[in-house]
């Protein structure tokens, strides 16, 4: 089993930061928007990038997958009345030759292996598709 920890501390009424081994994530806490810090929305989007583009990581050596460069867009949406997400749409875009059958097996293997995707999808709906860059 691997264990993951992750430390928060409120600065002030503003900005809290997130801090695991050496690394600092600026986070918008307080009750006005940030542009310059995650929300716990984006936070949670970003997770999710993060965990799409490690597993295209992990398997792309494994099916000899070739790729030039690699881009994830999400969004969420909110309702105003309750304090969940609704739904998060994704948009893999990928720099490859590979054929289109190959871009298929590679999706596949996003939202069958990724932890975050599989975790937040429980309770969310979450849809998306891989595309080749134009």
Known sequence: MMNFRVEAQRVDGTESLAITK??????ATGMAPREDAFNPVELLLASL??????GIERVAPTLNFEL???????????????AR????R??????TLEE???????????????TIFNTVSKG???????????
Do not use: M, Q
């Open 124 to 134: 969310t709906n979450i849809s998306g598709e891989l595309v080749r860059k134009s």
């Open 22 to 27: 050496h690394a600092k994530i600026v986070l």
């Open 100 to 114: 289109d059958r190959r871009l298929d097996l590679l999706h596949d293997n996003v939202k069958k292996f990724g």
């Open 49 to 54: 990038a993060a965990c799409i583009i490690k």
């Open 90 to 95: 994704y948009r893999i875009v990928i720099e």
């Open 68 to 82: 030039a460069g690699l881009t994830v867009e999400l969004e969420a949406a909110r309702p105003d009345t309750e």
């Open 85 to 88: 997400i609704e739904w998060i």
